[in-house]
């Protein structure tokens, strides 16, 4: 930026100066999400170097919006922006960002500074960070904590990836039976540093430590201090600490939890789950479906062109290979395609047509899989069901093509072989689409994955040789 | 069922009696949905008619695995079962059924047995099923209500679908700001029969009952009597009461919110909206993004042949539309296809490669704009992003193409022909991924829903366009 626009910007700031109440109110649009125009701002003040201005920027952010912030800065104007995080705002700062910019940003924080935001941190979100450290960095920062929150964060990564171990934080309130409300609360007030930052249930323990009931913070609230907590508590679904990710979010939402205890195989409570870590897993679960239906996987927020390139070609090289395989059933029917060029233009219709039933087919069976609301008990009665959608609509489109065929080419024999040929790509579809996803699923494969592959496969491979092998017989 | 195999029935029964404790070790699978095999087994025991059988069956199940239960039955069973369902269950299975399921089932609840459970239910729950009654049921459930619930249903349903005054629950605990922690907790002791049954803040009023903060639950319980409110609320997040569901759940996510006051215009408080919910909404959300990018719409989970055909005929409707049009650009060229034979081959390769690589652009810019992660701030940048990868892979894969035409074909020129082909096809596939859904929300469209449609005709247009055109002038 030239000097003359420096002072020009200058000359802005002095005539109308932004009380920090003014910036909050800038920095959100109407629906709580970053103001565009704030962006240019912070990067405006990175360049000038204007260090004031950052400070009154960044100040009038929630830590939430600072790592929404960082996505939308370039890598350069980031690294520059990191030194001037406020260090009691770091630890969100951390939670919050995308892991790739977390991986970028994590090297320009001083081990001591990062030891210190871990240290305030949960030990779920913790480890998360320390996980996408490099080595070297990790052996210093780790060095640098006390031992217990270490030991917290090691044991922590000792779990496997998106299993309910990794997910949960070791910080939990526990019971006795035998105490009352009035204990618990004298108990509670005494511990008030030791214990988690919020907690919404009382986990009531047995003498081995294995949760026998929860009993929630409001039941604790308006009970007379006489209570035993056993007459106050309720049943826990106890989640194994080696439960998939996926399945814990599935016991939330169908039992609406808010926390839940996890505990060792032999029934110990190790931690607890909260359900403000489900909300994020379910959008990541669903975020993964949605990509892999679309044959694309995660590059991540800020991925480099390379990186976004390696998401897409395989995918792609697998679209050709099969759709490869698809068009040599054209070859042997080349003389007949010469001479009547007419299905030259509906051989991609009768391909496109049943490849887009057959994805509406597999896409609801999918997310029907991933809700559980398909199961063996009911597969028979859906399957019946999508063949008779597909006949149907097969039915429909069939003659609609059919009719407009007769329109262009007035040639009743070639609309009655196009009709015949979408009415059997539909079922072709229904069946594919219904049954890929459910066969994937039976042999422990994610439907989501590679159902589009196959069914895709299968419309434009039947639709081609139905297209071509019916005209052949009634055309030729 | 005939008689003898009752008989049958009854002999292994008795041979191998069920104590409750096995029936429940059986209801579920290991990953805690419901074990396909207890559908049959309730599903036989409404043919015999064997109520205590029924009632060991369904009382070994928590209500949302009944609601899920029901999922699974045909609707004859279905209906059969609702009077067996326990009146002290009923509340909660029927806040957890999908809604065509709910609204047959609701035909068969006596009105007073419904107005009974609905005063058990919050307000926003209860708002929901009242919604799925017919009209005149609605009337007469509602007139054996007392007075204070049936006003709370009544300006729940006030309020638009999918807005935060529907999701929200009246029932909130509210304190005054000179109030201190002993206050509060005496005052939830006394009320203890009047507050919701869960509740996770305290929200600090205003002497105009607006919210000025929120003392969360666990804070008050670890903070000694004297202490005043004012000093351990923490600042609150107003929800309008009109803010649409969708953002609502954006705010939640990104604040990691337990629970928001929601307020009304003046912002008074009116009501609280808990995460739980959230997680229903988040879950509807993307639900209906996978179905809008796969061109299909809910059916729910029971819906008829005719209803899943409503769901799906549209869009195919509009495909036929779209492609039929794309293939047009094929006419114009007809003789040179009828020639040259090995176009016919390499025309559904292109296109279908071409609409592969936009839908992968295209979802994932969909869902970088439902995540705010695309906006005005970085959508250029973004933008030039996308048309980098699609040259790249474009070139990739059309190299690959022609290096396999060459092997088939031995036709240098015709290899150069389909090369070029891809890298125009990817080209628009690229523009059109990225700038269709951007296009469609900057003029408030929902990106999901129509974007594949643009992206697919563009991709087969240009594709067949690019591939028969550059045949034209090298070829012939």
């Keep these: 930026m030239s000097r003359e626009s420096d002072d020009l910007a200058d000359l802005v700031k002095t005539e109308a100066p932004e009380a920090e109440e003014d910036l909050e109110d800038l920095a959100l649009g109407e629906d709580y999400a970053l103001n565009p125009e ?71 924080v001083p081990s001591a500074t990062l030891a210190r935001a871990l240290g305030e941190m949960d030990s779920d979100d913790a480890a998360d960070v320390v996980d996408d450290l490099e080595e070297d960095k990790r052996a210093q920062v780790l060095a640098a904590m006390p031992e217990v929150e270490r030991a917290a964060i ?54 081995a430590y294995k949760p026998v009931g929860a009993a929630p913070v409001s039941h604790l609230l308006r009970s007379r201090r006489d209570v035993p907590l056993a007459q106050i508590m309720e049943p826990v679904t106890e989640i194994p600490v080696d439960m998939d990710q996926e399945e814990v979010a599935y016991i939330f939402n169908k039992y609406h939890l808010i926390s839940a205890p996890v505990v060792e195989p032999g029934g110990r409570l190790v931690g607890q789950i909260t359900v403000d870590d489900i909300v994020g897993v379910i959008q990541d679960e669903t975020e993964e479906d949605i990509l892999a239906l679309a044959g694309v996987s995660d590059a991540g927020r800020d991925a480099d062109i390379l990186g976004i390139v390696r998401s897409r070609l395989p995918w792609l090289v697998i679209n050709l290979i099969t759709e490869a395989i698809a068009v040599t059933v054209i070859g042997p029917f080349q003389d007949m395609v010469s001479k009547i060029v007419a299905l030259v233009m509906l051989m991609p219709i009768v391909s496109s047509l049943g490849g887009n039933a057959g994805t509406q087919a597999l896409t609801v069976a999918v997310r029907a899989i991933a809700s559980r609301e398909l199961s063996p008990a009911n597969a028979y009665r859906v399957i019946l069901r999508e063949l008779a959608v597909g006949m149907f609509n097969g039915v429909a489109m069939g003659s609609l093509l059919g009719l407009g065929s007769w329109f262009l080419w007035h040639d009743p024999k070639l609309s009655l072989v196009v009709g015949l040929a979408i009415i059997a790509n539909f079922f072709v579809a229904a069946l594919g689409g219904i049954l890929a996803p459910i066969m994937l699923d039976r042999f422990g494969r994610d439907p989501a994955v590679s159902s589009s592959v196959v069914v895709t496969f299968m419309t434009d491979f039947f639709g081609f040789l139905a297209l071509l092998g019916i005209a052949a017989l009634i055309l030729l």
């Design 38 to 108: 704030y962006v240019p701002m912070v990067a405006d003040a990175l360049d000038r170097g204007d260090t004031e201005r950052l400070r009154e920027l960044l100040g009038a952010l929630h830590p939430a919006d600072i790592a929404d912030l960082m996505g939308f800065l370039s890598w350069e104007d980031r690294e520059e922006l990191v030194p001037h995080l406020d260090p009691e705002a770091l630890p969100e700062i951390l939670s919050e960002l995308d892991t790739d910019i977390r991986e970028e940003v994590l090297e320009h």
């Design 154 to 207: 090691e044991s922590s990564l000792g779990y496997e990836d998106e299993t309910a171990g990794r997910l949960m934080q070791r910080e939990v309130v526990a019971a006795p039976q035998f105490w009352t409300v009035g204990q618990a609360i004298d108990h509670l007030r005494r511990e008030s540093d030791e214990l988690p930052e919020l907690f919404f249930d009382i986990y009531v323990v047995d003498p």
